[in-house]
Structure formats: C-alpha cells, structure tokens
C-alpha cells in the first residue's frame, strides 16, 4: 500500500459531554484509545472532550499496571495479562461494530494484538508515534542514552542481580524527552500520575495467529517530528518495514494528545471519516 503525508485539521464543535449523556449521531464514531507505557487512560482527556463534544463516542482503557489498575508492573510477565483490559473490550463490542482504535507510543503493540484477534470489528487502527511492528517484537525501552545513565527510574522485582522489571522516564527529564512542546501544567500531571512500565511485558509482546486477518485492518501511522522518544528517523524505520495506507505529520513532541490536541483530533475525525466512506463505498 501506499503512503501519504498531510497536514491534519482542526477538530470543530464546543461543549463537553460525558459518556452517561452521550447521543449517537447517524455518522458517530466510537474510538478506543489505548495509552503508552506508563501513562493511563489519564492521557487522553483533552481529546477524549474533544471528540466527545463533536458526537463521537470515547471508550479510553488502563492496561494492567496503569492508570487506576493496582497491578504491579514488577510482576507482569506475559504481554497477555496487560493487555487483557484491551482484549476484553473488544470482545465485549457487538459483533457488527467496528472501531477506530488508536495506539500511543507502545500502545502500538496493543493495537497490533488487537487487530490479530479481532480483525472484523477495526474499521481502522492509528499509531500515533507508536510501536507498529507486524509481528509484535519489542526490545527493551527506548534509547534514551544520550541523556545520561540515569535516564530512567528502573525496578528490579527479581533481584538487582536479574534484568529490570519495569522502568519509568526519570522525573527530571520528563519535561525535556516526553512533553517537550506541552503545555507546562501537562508535565506537572503526568509527573504526578505517570507509573512504571512493565518492561518484560512488553518484551514478551508476540503475535503468531491469523497474520492475513491482520493485514486485512487498515493502518494509519501518525509521526511526531519533534519526538525525543520515539525519533522521526525510528518511525520511519518501521513504515518502511511495514507500509501503512496513509502516514501523516505532526510538528510536535511524543505526546501530542498534550501538545496537539486539536490538530490530533480533528485528523483522528478525518481519518474516521475516510475510513467510514471507503467501508461505505466497498459495500455498494
């Protein structure tokens, strides 16, 4: 497949909606938006408002570990138990309804797994600065050596003497690697409830089944072209690797739903949008 590059819109409409007092319109989409390693569902509340006061249904996940999840990332293992919280709302969605889900960062290897078990109910799968890698393998956390050896906050729940077990960016490096075109008040709330990652988690992320299935969901990648975390020259690695339909641009750090939020939403509804008239189109 082919790709392009664009330059995204802002989203439109006003107000703030909740769940509980959400109405369908006739071309509502409902997107998942899945977080990054350490963040939560937390992350995405300017866009969550957004798309919410624009129609769209919003269903935001903590995988295990994070956000409001007690679980321990020193003792998650199997990449199958943190993405569990993923895995089960998709399976809990009706069978004729298809998704917009949206992956930040490592929630790339998430999306992955999920259009690999439920390849009928993504209409479309965004990687928003993400891990998109088709089969799954991660290695470790990302380089961050060039800011020094204490770049990260490690935990080692099998000993100091076994590899770390999880890792979180180290606080006073946050605002220069992960938020460095946000809002300052951004940074202060994500040092305030960011969590560490489960690193042997993701290291065991492999997806093996149903390869066709998968490839039939159709990818989008968003680049982040001031990323410190996952770097330009990184994502374009993997779209090259593994061709999306469509590539597009942001001139902003690795966490756009902080640094970006209108330009992203208001590309997230385009590429809804896009997605929804070429379903309608194939059908005819």
């Not at 569902?41 to 903590?62: A, F, K």
């Not at 999306?244 to 209108?262: E, G, I, Q, T």
Request: glycine share 8%; aromatic share 8%.
């Amino acid at each position: 497949m082919g790709s392009s590059e664009g330059t995204p819109s802002t989203a439109a409409g006003s107000g703030i909606s909740t769940n509980t007092c959400w109405a369908p319109a006739e071309s509502a989409h409902h997107f998942v938006l899945v977080h990054g390693i350490g963040h939560g569902s937390w992350c995405w509340y300017r866009i969550r408002t957004l798309l919410e006061s624009s129609g769209h249904r919003v269903s935001c996940v903590d995988l295990a570990s994070a956000g409001v999840d007690r679980t321990d990332a020193n003792t998650l293992e199997s990449f199958g138990e943190y993405n569990r919280p993923l895995i089960d709302l998709m399976a809990s969605l009706p069978e004729n309804e298809q998704v917009v889900v949206v992956g930040h960062s490592a929630g790339g290897l998430s999306v992955t797994e999920a259009s690999h078990k439920f390849p009928n109910k993504i209409r479309v799968a965004v990687y928003l600065a993400a891990t998109m890698l088709r089969l799954g393998f991660c290695t470790g956390t990302p380089d961050l050596s060039s800011y020094g050896e204490n770049a990260y906050e490690l935990g080692f729940g099998k000993g100091t003497n076994n590899p770390p077990t999880s890792a979180k960016v180290a606080t006073h490096l946050l605002r220069e690697v992960v938020y460095n075109t946000s809002p300052p008040e951004d940074c202060t709330l994500a040092a305030m409830l960011l969590k560490p990652g489960p690193i042997m988690a993701l290291q065991s992320a492999r997806f093996d089944d149903d390869h066709e299935a998968a490839e039939g969901v159709e990818r989008v990648y968003i680049k982040t072209m001031q990323d410190n975390v996952v770097k330009p020259e990184q994502q374009d690695a993997m779209i090259k690797r593994w061709p999306p339909s469509k590539v597009y641009a942001l001139d902003c750090d690795h966490s756009p739903f902080f640094s970006s939020p209108f330009l992203l939403s208001g590309l997230l509804l385009n590429i809804a949008a896009a997605a929804a008239a070429a379903a309608a189109g194939s059908s005819n």
